[in-house]
């Protein structure tokens, strides 16, 4: 059975940060495509940050470029978000995405976690 736990969301004063986790199980983890998403309420899914499957490309949305981080872990299955400098336009529900899409910016993900809420405070 496929797996994305999403863990580490919370609260968070602008300016401050937050490390996102994504505990992956079930797929060949090396092999797929990982990515992370927001959506803000009302608004559609976007891409934030994402490995490409053959990890030679890495993603950032304009938005969040020199802010963000992603990283991952093969040897415990995980892919970490941090995210620094936060900003309030950053707050919705962070989901963490595995799959082969063709790009991977693109919510065509064969799988999803349940999400995780971040918050910024203003």
């Known amino acids: 059975e496929v797996q994305l736990v999403e863990s580490g969301g919370g609260l968070v004063q602008a300016g401050g940060s937050l490390r996102l986790s994504c505990a992956a199980s079930?797929?060949?983890?090396?092999?797929?495509?990982i990515g992370w998403f927001r959506q803000a309420p009302g608004k559609e899914r976007v891409g934030v940050s994402c490995?490409?499957?053959?990890?030679?490309?890495?993603y950032y949305a304009d938005s969040v470029k020199g802010r963000f981080t992603i990283s991952r872990d093969n040897a415990k299955n995980t892919v970490y978000l941090q995210m620094n400098s936060l900003k309030p336009e950053d707050t919705g529900v962070y989901y963490c995405?595995?799959?082969?899409?063709?790009?991977?910016?693109?919510?065509?993900?064969?799988?999803w976690g349940q999400g995780a809420q971040v918050t910024v405070s203003s």
């Open positions: 995405a595995a799959g082969r899409p063709l790009f991977c910016y693109l919510p065509l993900y064969d799988y």
């Open positions: 079930g797929f060949p983890f090396d092999d797929y495509a």
């Open positions: 490995f490409s499957s053959s990890d030679v490309s890495t």
